[in-house]
């Protein structure tokens, strides 16, 4: 009797112990649009194990596709399906007006360093995002860069005259068509799932992405002309559903902003060479790609028509987009030294 009584006690005492440990740890979920071992996986799977080494709690990472397109994982972030997620101003920049100004070209330098200290080190990065983020209820923990955009085209190009008559496949936000109209083009929003798609039966003629995601998309088999045209960077964001976030405990929330920038070193080791890289393994797979690089002669007819884009900006995003116009340069200013 004495036996069985220590027994069950102590099989309660377990489970109660179970119980709680359970309740105190979570499986929480993150959605990115990209696959595995892509940039915005290197960074999930950094802020992965950083949770999970760190604390009891768990996370699922759901890559593209899995969940749907980013439009999709960013609602369901919104709605607190998902905790986490990571999308890209190209798609937020719909919901976020102000996130779309990494599509003025010309703004950001194409030096790596100076690109990756202005991401460090920017208040309108660091502190003016994170309020405009907020409003739509997400907490933002980091954005960082991906990879400077060159453009795949069916043929290579060097002026914006050869642009005419061109369907070039941009994301989903207004600014940028008004930078490929600028630069003589025709833009075609659509979103990440039908670009090979319409590069292959071409509705499309071309895009602009990163060299990694162009070699691990296989852009380049359907769009073999690559342009590099000095115009910018792609750029990302990853956070969490805001009241999730709130809800957490202090301590848990120094976990997430701790994993977050862990993951942050780990992508930006993972990016430094990342596009030399990707280069040479589209050139050992196709011997149909040409490479341009733009010489500063021709990239000046292109940077000629980016202060029209900028107007459009601020006509978009009316006095808060001018006053972050304003610091995003002065931050530039400040690691350029210019
Ligand atoms: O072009 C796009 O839509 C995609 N490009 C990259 C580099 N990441 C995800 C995004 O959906």
Same mark, same amino acid.
């Given at each position: ?7 069950? /006690? ?23 649009? +990209? ?39 960013? +609602? ?15 798609? $937020?920049?719909?919901?976020?007006? @102000? ?14 360093? $100076?690109? =990756? ?22 907490? =933002? ?13 069916? *043929?290579?190009? /060097?002026?914006? @005259? ?15 068509? *008004? ?10 929003? =659509? ?9 292959? /039966? ?5 895009? *602009? ?16 002309? =690559? ?6 960077? %792609? ?9 999730? %976030? ?32 990707? !280069?040479?393994?589209?050139? *050992?797979?196709?011997?149909?790609? /040409?490479?341009?690089? !733009? ?44």
């Amino acid at each position: 009797m004495k036996a069985t009584k220590l027994l069950t /006690t102590a099989s309660i005492g377990a489970l109660l112990f179970g119980m709680s440990a359970a309740a105190q740890s979570a499986n929480w979920r993150y959605a990115h649009e +990209e696959f595995e071992g892509d940039v915005q996986d290197v960074f999930a799977v950094a802020f992965k194990e950083y949770i999970e080494e760190n604390s009891d709690n768990t996370l699922q990472i759901y890559r593209f596709g899995e969940l749907g397109e980013s439009d999709d994982i960013m +609602e369901q972030t919104q709605a607190g399906i998902l905790q986490f997620v990571n999308q890209s101003p190209g798609f $937020t920049g719909a919901l976020i007006p @102000e996130a779309q100004i990494f599509f003025i070209p010309y703004l950001l330098p194409t030096d790596e360093e $100076t690109v =990756l200290r202005f991401f460090d080190e920017s208040v309108a990065i660091n502190e003016m995002f994170p309020e405009l983020y907020a409003e739509q209820g997400l907490e =933002l923990l980091k954005m960082y860069p991906e990879g400077e955009m060159v453009v795949t085209l069916d *043929e290579p190009f /060097t002026a914006p @005259e050869d642009l005419r008559g061109k369907n070039i496949r941009i994301m989903t936000n207004p600014l940028l068509s *008004e930078t490929y109209r600028a630069f003589g083009a025709t833009p075609t929003p =659509l979103p990440w799932g039908e670009v090979y798609g319409g590069l292959q /039966t071409g509705i499309i003629q071309g895009q *602009e992405n990163p060299l990694f995601w162009i070699e691990s998309g296989g852009l380049y088999e359907v769009s073999p002309n =690559l342009v590099f045209t000095g115009h910018g960077w %792609f750029t990302t964001a990853m956070m969490a559903n805001q009241d999730f %976030f709130n809800g957490l405990s202090e301590e848990e929330q120094h976990l997430v902003r701790d994993a977050a920038g862990h993951a942050y070193s780990v992508t930006i080791e993972h990016i430094s060479g990342l596009a030399e890289e990707s !280069l040479a393994k589209i050139q *050992e797979a196709s011997d149909e790609v /040409t490479v341009t690089r !733009l010489t500063e002669e021709q990239i000046q007819a292109f940077r000629e028509r980016a202060p029209q884009v900028e107007e459009r900006f601020v006509e978009m995003t009316g006095e808060r987009g001018a006053e972050l116009l304003e610091q995003f340069k002065a931050d530039l200013e400040a690691v350029t030294g210019e």
